[in-house]
């Protein structure tokens, strides 16, 4: 769980407690309201090298936003995005063309990360035009529509090791899953507006999932717990050699 501002020497501390832990955890749920834009790429790099998944737990803005696009796995939720910007004490203290020299170095640090990320550009775009004074919501469902739900290179992986299910079995079986969510009453708490496009989002799935058949039912629960079981069991073996070649040695 990452949680709090995110500040210098954090990306140390994920080392440190990656290494405690033994391996790299196949989930990171993350509660941010943002801070460092360098740390923060630093921790993202991270988080899409070690393949682990990350799901926002409550907050997720600014800079937070920039690890959660850096998973190839992101759960349900909400982030919140602008663009980057300096220590205002310090950013004050420059002439403007200090500042334009400045603001163009960490715009092109932070465009090239979002690019390496797979982010489409017409998102880049929209992120770094919004002031850092405001900030707009990205539902995490609205941005792998437009993004695909897996970067490319992974999604490509996980196909040629695990198949793949059809873009209807795919999308139905994310509605069954809305259903067993339900039905084991895991459903998210609060009444924040994040909260509430959640719940209205699983229920919408939910009921129409309990249209389809019962054989239906079944064999998308067999053929989409088949490729998800594959597809765990592979990211973990392949977490297991990226922990052994970056800590073994240590």
Known sequence: MIEGEITRGDFDNTIKLIKKYGKFPNLVGINSPGGSVIESMKIGGLVRKSLMAVMPSGQCNSSC??????????????????????DKEYFKGLSSSEAEKKYKIVDKLQRQYLLDMNVPTILIDKMLTIPSTKIEYIDLEDYKDLAGKYPPAFGEWVTAKCGALTDREERDYDY????????????????????RRQRDSLHKKARIAASFTN????????????????MNESVINEQKKIYKAMFDHI
């Open 215 to 230: 054989d239906y039912k079944a064999y998308l629960k067999t053929k989409g717990d088949k490729h998800l079981v594959c």
């Open 65 to 86: 936003a920039l690890i959660v696009f850096a998973a190839v796995r992101k759960g349900a939720g909400t982030v919140g995005i602008h663009r980057p910007y300096y």
């Open 176 to 195: 069954l899953e809305a259903l067993f969510s339900l039905n084991m009453r895991l459903i998210p708490f609060g009444n924040d507006p994040q909260s």
